[in-house]
């Protein structure tokens, strides 16, 4: 009886092993992570009830892509190059005109569903936008480093600062290490991210529905969703063609507040002017950000940006901006000298030495006397 009842005791130990192996397993998994569901009944909560009426007057991308047609159109051949490893995107372009003069505005009426990825049978999008080369990027160079944000020290200070928004987007989520690093904080985060999210280290979220493999310049989101859209160190990788639309985008989703990090010079792996840049594409002036954000009808959020400069943050540029207050940041004036800037910018492959009377015109046109460093 004794080695029978010796051996009964081992086995149930064996299934008591299992058992809470499984539940430990079932906790790591889920450690941090709200689902889908719970998430999209707290934006849905937070999000405004608003007729497709209302979505289409708030949308104001229409007038400002305008500029950015005419600049292509005037010499559609200036804008080629203008994106990492990509060459002969003319008929691109000439399609892509077409469509934005027929659907220049966005008009989002549900909640997405996830997962979205990118599809591999359609690596490159109507406006060029690589998403191979920055899957690539993200696995083979990304993936390995900490977010900006970390690394840089400034993030548990932001946190702490907007620690009252419930519903953050990470808007350029890479490869999702901000958004693991806020769920730690507690904070509710969804994500977009042009490379493949289901094909880098985002997949988790993207099994859940919570990041989705889309540009900035199509944020699949309802109109003013979100408490705070952040966007660390992404927007000089946009290419120029797309800042305004991509500008357009985020801000109609957000509330009211933005916090972005912005490069100021070209990467360390891109070439010196005039050669065209392929990684930081898009390295505008401070004031020019401060003027087509202008255009979008944001403000520049002077304490949060004056406390972060104070903070000395090594090679961190910050934008924070407060939007959809009613009120005219900018002239009228000021949209057709920023848009030229940028056409200028464009035609030089990023050799901004070539567009100084452009850069003086805008900042004349917008009231911007000193440029802020």
Not at 67 to 82: A, F, L, Y
Not at 160 to 177: I, N, P, V
């Amino acid at each position: 009886m004794r080695p029978e009842l010796s051996l009964w005791r081992k086995l149930r130990i064996v299934l008591a092993f299992v058992i809470l192996a499984f539940i430990f397993w079932t906790f790591v998994q889920n450690l941090g992570f709200r689902t889908h569901g719970d998430m999209k009944q707290v934006a849905e909560r937070k999000a405004p009830q608003e007729s497709q009426a209302n979505l289409l007057q708030q949308s104001e991308s229409s007038r400002v892509i305008k500029w950015e047609v005419e600049s292509v159109e005037s010499n559609p051949g200036e804008w080629e190059g203008h994106h990492p490893l990509e060459s002969g995107v003319e008929d691109r372009l000439n399609s892509f005109i077409d469509e934005v003069k027929i659907a220049t505005t966005h008009v989002h009426l549900g909640f997405p569903e996830g997962p979205y990825c990118s599809s591999s049978e359609t690596p490159k999008d109507e406006a060029g936008l690589d998403k191979q080369f920055y899957t690539s990027y993200q696995k083979g160079v990304l993936h390995t480093r900490q977010p900006f944000s970390i690394d840089k020290g400034f993030f548990k200070p932001a946190v702490e600062l907007y620690k009252d928004k419930e519903l953050w987007l990470d808007a350029g989520a890479g490869t999702c290490g901000t958004m693991r690093a806020l769920k730690t904080e507690g904070i509710n985060v969804y994500g977009v991210e042009l490379s493949d999210v289901c094909n880098t280290e985002c997949r988790q979220f993207a099994k859940q529905g919570l990041v989705f493999s889309t540009g900035l310049n199509k944020i699949p989101f309802p109109s003013r969703t979100f408490d705070l859209v952040w966007s660390t160190e992404v927007f000089e990788h946009v290419p120029t063609l797309l800042l305004n639309e991509s500008v357009a985008e985020v801000v109609r989703v957000a509330k009211k507040d933005l916090f972005l990090t912005i490069a100021m010079k070209r990467s360390g792996f891109d070439p010196s002017p005039p050669a065209r840049p392929r990684i930081h594409i898009s390295v505008m002036p401070r004031t020019w950000w401060d003027a087509i954000f202008g255009v979008h009808g944001c403000r520049v959020n002077l304490e949060v940006r004056d406390s972060f400069n104070l903070g000395r943050y090594a090679k961190a540029a910050f934008f924070p901006y407060v939007c959809h207050e009613g009120s005219k940041v900018v002239p009228d004036e000021c949209e057709a000298p920023v848009a030229e800037y940028a056409k200028c910018y464009a035609q030089y492959f990023g050799d901004a030495s070539k567009c100084r009377k452009e850069k003086s015109g805008y900042e004349v046109a917008c009231n911007f006397k000193v440029e802020m460093k």
